[in-house]
């Protein structure tokens, strides 16, 4: 019988401290994503959720496929856009937990080498905020079969916000955590 080696359980202990950081921040971007988008649709109502133009519940909102309808845009990036909606929402969800899981892996590999630059967590946390944004939004997006690029101001200011408050800062401190652990032990 095999036992661990020391290593093994450190590459062990990273990729769960990933993997757990990423389901957390690609839940808390996909939840600010909803809100946002319902209050963008004038409470769900342009979504024409339940037949009529007005406004829904948030609930409602919920329940009545708001949600889908962001996963269904993260995987048209991808995929035609009349493949089957509930294979359209279902690819949008590994898409966005895997988009979440690459920038959070990333931060974590180059967080120590940061740290020395920067020194600062909260720092890091807004540049890489700042860095996920402009990723997504001038490269990955314009490179993918959605075509659009950020063309107002205050919907990019919100964008990033909300990158790197729902990504940024938990990935950032999530990384800090982990990497001051390390040299404790």
């Known amino acids: 019988m095999l036992l661990p080696t020391s290593t093994d359980h450190k590459g062990q202990d990273v990729f769960r401290t990933i993997s757990i950081t990423s ?91 940061v740290m020395k630059w920067l020194k600062n967590r909260h720092v890091i946390a807004i540049a890489y905020g700042v860095c996920i944004w402009a990723i997504m939004n001038l490269a990955v997006v314009p490179l993918s079969k959605l075509d659009t690029t950020p063309s107002d101001l205050k919907e990019a200011i919100i964008a990033g916000f909300i990158q790197t408050l729902m990504i940024g800062l938990p990935v950032a401190w999530a990384a800090h955590r982990f990497y001051s652990k390390k040299q404790a032990s």
């Open 23 to 113: 389901l957390f921040t690609g839940t808390l971007d996909i939840v600010a994503a909803n809100i946002y988008f319902y209050f963008k649709a004038d409470h769900g109502a342009a979504l024409k959720l339940t037949g009529t133009d007005e406004p829904v519940s948030f609930f409602t909102y919920l329940t009545h496929g708001g949600p889908g309808r962001i996963f269904s845009y993260i995987a048209k990036a991808v995929f035609d856009p009349t493949t089957h909606e509930k294979l359209l929402v279902a690819w949008g969800v590994v898409l966005h937990y895997t988009i979440a899981f690459l920038f959070t892996g990333f931060l974590f590999l180059i967080y120590p080498a």
